[in-house]
């Protein structure tokens, strides 16, 4: 019954991806954005709000519609073992972190997913399960959320080099590193 509601849901949700025809991959780095949208006036109680240790999967769609603090989304999915943003469409896999431009979760934001995730990440944080340069984004994230048993480390230089925080949860203010990201991993 489960892999029966699982099954219907990635049905849907792809569905919904072709009708839309909206493939909103922005592959971030060095120019702006290719494609963004703003934040709508729908009701909060559409998003799924889950903890970090969740069992439930949170897909791109439980994000869908964005609190009135967000201004735009754009999106990134990560493979594992592989750096920066990859092919996919939002609605393929499952959601891993969002990065936001402001503390408590607002301006615009990043929805970093993984097309191939049906489960979400592995307990640890050894391995290596995608992460990108901010390219344009780069010295502007001020909070973030993670879903799916995932983590998030913010570095202050490109390509995981330089300072960085430890692997985060959630932080609705970053301190001390707000604006200063440049890289992420997600493990």
């Known amino acids: 019954m489960r892999n029966d509601r699982h099954f219907d849901r990635a049905l849907r949700t792809r569905l919904m991806a072709v009708a ?3 493939l909103l991959l922005v ?12 934040a709508t006036d729908q009701s909060h109680t559409d998003v799924q709000v889950e903890e970090v240790t969740s069992s439930s999967p949170v897909m791109v769609e439980d994000l869908e519609a964005a609190p009135a603090a ?7 999915a990560v493979r594992d073992g592989t750096f920066g943003c990859q092919s996919g469409t939002p609605g393929d896999g499952l959601v891993v972190t969002e990065l936001f431009q402001h503390a408590d979760f607002g301006g615009w934001r990043i929805v970093v997913f993984n097309p191939a995730y049906s489960y979400g990440c592995t307990s640890g944080t050894g391995d290596n399960e995608g992460g990108a340069n901010l390219g344009t984004y780069a010295n502007q994230v001020s909070s973030v959320k993670t879903y799916n048993h995932c983590d998030v480390k913010l570095f202050d230089s490109n390509n995981k080099t330089g300072a960085s925080t430890a692997f985060i949860h959630w932080d609705n203010n970053l301190g001390s590193f707000n604006d200063r990201a440049n890289s992420f991993r997600i493990s």
């Open 20 to 22: 839309s025809g909206a």
């Open 27 to 38: 592959a971030l780095g060095a120019t702006a954005p290719a494609t963004a949208r703003t």
């Open 70 to 76: 967000v201004t735009a989304t754009y999106y990134c």
